[in-house]
């Protein structure tokens, strides 16, 4: 069983839903990402996707996109990404970690070497935002040799056809896209969510987690009750560019400000149980 | 190459192209293919599209034989395809009148577009005002300080015009920027890529729509010579003039193809733009492709005199071409560029864009290396009063 599966398997046994924080590796300044990846989870953090900053980052936001750029400006490449991962792990040998980027810099690695690296380093899973499974084959045979997760998103454009190509491809989790843009955007719609979310279901058993837009603790707590996971990126990432020069501030409060959604997510999933319990 | 049939049905041109993108694009870049496929056999959306290329643009473009300039050259006869007498002053608008009636057919009412030095923007505002389309068109910061009445042009369409102020607000980010908008707003909007690149089908229905360039060279140069052409020549930023001057004659080996890339500085110095001469292949902006990009496959920013060939990927297809062998490409750099703007302008009264004044510079040397019996078309894929601040600036002239 992989780390990401134990992982989920051992919330669902608690009636839990997954918290998965994302931060740009190297953001704002590299000797902050390690130490914050270890205080992310001692806040309550499942499972860490962390960033690999790309200069073109097509389906990201604006705040993120400024994130990767004040990584860029300290050199950060996909092997200092790696070593970051391997010096988490020296402390941390439960916490699964997803890498999200772009497929240029694994082109440039190569798909094996960036394999063997990264399950050499403690990586795994792998989320190649610009590689829909069209053209994932050769990266994703590459990926299962290295027993890495292959996530995959689904979007709300994705119709059936795509929910059965991606359900097939994928392993660890499904990501949904909660909403029609790019990370950080507005207006989330839980209803919707809860539906698409129901449609994917009849198509996988994996899990499935929601991100783009969760922000505020009341939106964790709503997606709590119908996703497997939640993702928070913007969110977090934004927290982080006020506190750009304060390098203190951001290990403290950026975990504070997950334990909140921890909680708010965490007391949702105990009423939704309870209520499950007192129907039965 | 005997009966070409790229791309393949995934959008491939060999190892390149294809579909790079995110999972909330790949279903609207299916409608727009299957919406494509169902026109592009369409007899009515044909004529519908021919007319306008005739009675809007002004079609057909002369091929005009520059005399004086073959003269002075000293070497093959030199044709010159007028690109530059469409409307609005460059080929750019042959895409954006295809695109604008797809996207009419496809119910689209809103168009967005990324533009580098605006032509690109210019082009797809004219058609938007045209259709009566709203427009929207995302252009570099830096950009937008270099080419002021580009942007007042846009403007006065129509068009709003939204500064991107990220990563080197140049033509790549507004590209990202454009595609942004497009994932977000993609039930009403249509996304006009100016070029041959981008996520499939994109790079071919560019090209399809440009290569009326080349299929009037095909009939026009019978008229001057009774034969087709030694050799081609356009430059390349991300290729859509190139593309739609060779497609045509992609079958006749007899007929070389030359690309001709910005080297600006110099490639030794690093402040170029020739992708395809100095790049290497990676993914960007949705296709495989060569590119500008550092050591861990972070794109580059790019230089050239020429904001129309100011860009680090170029369209598959010349990819594609390249390492086939099919075509050539070269690089000429910024002062080369100018003297050829300077040239054409003196000895024909024409005045070239810069970008196509990279074409001139190239078939110059080519001219005189092929000799006299030799015929080259050039195309000039659009006019030079654009450019007219950049090279006053660069003499040092202020108005």
């Given at each position: ?280 | ?85 469409n409307h609005t002053g460059a080929h750019k608008v042959n895409n954006t009148i295809g695109q604008a009636l797809l996207a009419r057919h496809m119910g689209k009412r809103r168009v967005i577009a990324e533009t ?284």
């Amino acid at each position: 069983m992989s780390r990401i599966e134990q992982r989920f398997a051992a919330l669902r046994s608690q009636g839990r839903c997954a918290l998965i924080p994302y931060i740009a590796a190297g953001d704002p300044e590299p000797n902050i990402t390690v130490p914050l990846m270890h205080a992310l989870v001692r806040a309550g953090a499942d499972i860490i996707e962390l960033g690999v900053p790309f200069s073109d980052p097509m389906a990201d936001g604006p705040v993120i996109q400024r994130a990767a750029e004040r990584a860029l400006e300290h050199g950060i490449s996909l092997h200092q990404v790696l070593d970051m991962v391997r010096a988490f792990r020296t402390q941390d040998v439960t916490t699964p970690i997803v890498l999200m980027g772009y497929l240029n810099p694994v082109e440039v690695m190569g798909y094996e070497p960036f394999a063997a690296a990264a399950a050499a380093a403690g990586v795994d899973g792998v989320l190649t935002v610009d590689l829909p499974p069209e053209e994932a084959g050769s990266l994703k045979a590459t990926l299962a040799k290295h027993k890495l997760d292959a996530i995959y998103l689904l979007a709300p454009t994705s119709p059936p056809a795509r929910m059965r190509l991606i359900a097939g491809a994928a392993s660890g989790f499904i990501y949904y896209v909660s909403l029609r843009g790019v990370t950080g955007a507005s207006h989330l719609n839980v209803e919707e969510v809860a539906e698409r979310l129901a449609a994917i279901r009849t198509h996988t058993r994996l899990p499935l987690g929601v991100g783009f837009g969760i922000g505020t603790p009341e939106a964790a707590a709503a997606m709590a009750k119908i996703a497997d996971a939640v993702i928070v990126g913007s969110a977090i990432v934004r927290r982080m560019e006020d506190l750009v020069t304060q390098a203190d501030r951001i290990l403290t409060e950026v975990p504070g400000f997950l334990s909140g959604l921890r909680a708010a997510m965490d007391q949702a999933t105990v009423v939704a149980q309870a209520s499950r319990g007192a129907n039965r | 190459m005997k009966a070409y049939q790229l791309p393949d049905v995934h959008g491939h041109f060999g190892p390149y192209g294809g579909l790079f993108v995110s999972e909330t694009l790949m279903q609207p870049l299916t409608e727009l293919r299957e919406a494509y496929e169902r026109l592009r056999d369409d007899a009515m959306f044909q004529e519908e599209f021919a007319e306008d290329l005739r009675l809007y643009v002004g079609r057909p473009s002369p091929l005009y034989p520059a005399k004086r300039l073959t003269t002075q050259w000293g070497g093959a006869r030199v044709y010159l395809k007028r690109e530059d007498l469409n409307h609005t002053g460059a080929h750019k608008v042959n895409n954006t009148i295809g695109q604008a009636l797809l996207a009419r057919h496809m119910g689209k009412r809103r168009v967005i577009a990324e533009t580098g030095a605006g032509q690109h923007g210019v082009a797809t505002a004219t058609v938007a005002a045209r259709f009566g389309m709203q427009c929207v068109v995302y252009m570099g910061s830096e950009d937008i300080k270099r080419q002021a009445i580009n942007v007042y042009r846009m403007k006065l369409l129509g068009a709003e015009v939204v500064p991107v102020e990220s990563g080197s607000k140049t033509l790549k980010d507004a590209l990202n920027e454009a595609m942004r908008d497009w994932v977000t707003n993609v039930e009403n909007t249509f996304y006009i890529i100016g070029t041959v690149a981008g996520p499939h089908p994109y790079p071919m229905l560019v090209r399809d729509f440009q290569s009326v360039i080349g299929r009037e060279v095909r009939y026009q140069i019978m008229e001057f010579e009774g034969r087709l052409p030694d050799a081609l020549v356009a430059c390349v930023g991300g290729g859509s003039n190139a593309m739609g001057l060779f497609y045509p004659f992609l079958n006749d080996d007899e007929v070389a193809l030359y690309g001709v890339e910005a080297a600006g500085e110099g490639i030794e110095t690093g402040h170029h733009a020739a992708t395809l001469c100095a790049g290497r292949p990676g993914v960007l902006h949705g296709n495989r492709t060569y590119l500008l990009e550092t050591d861990d496959g972070q794109i580059v920013e790019t230089h050239s005199v020429s904001a129309g060939l100011d860009y680090p990927g170029v369209g598959p297809e010349h990819a594609y071409l390249k390492d086939a062998g099919r075509a050539k490409y070269a690089a000429i750099a910024d002062h080369e560029a100018l003297d050829a703007f300077h040239e054409l302008t003196r000895v024909e009264g024409i005045m070239p864009a810069l970008e196509s004044s990279h074409a001139l510079a190239y078939a110059k040397k080519l001219a005189r290396e092929l000799g006299r019996d030799k015929v080259i078309v050039v195309n000039l894929s659009g006019r030079g009063d654009k450019d007219i601040h950049t090279v006053a600036t660069l003499e040092g002239i202020r108005f």
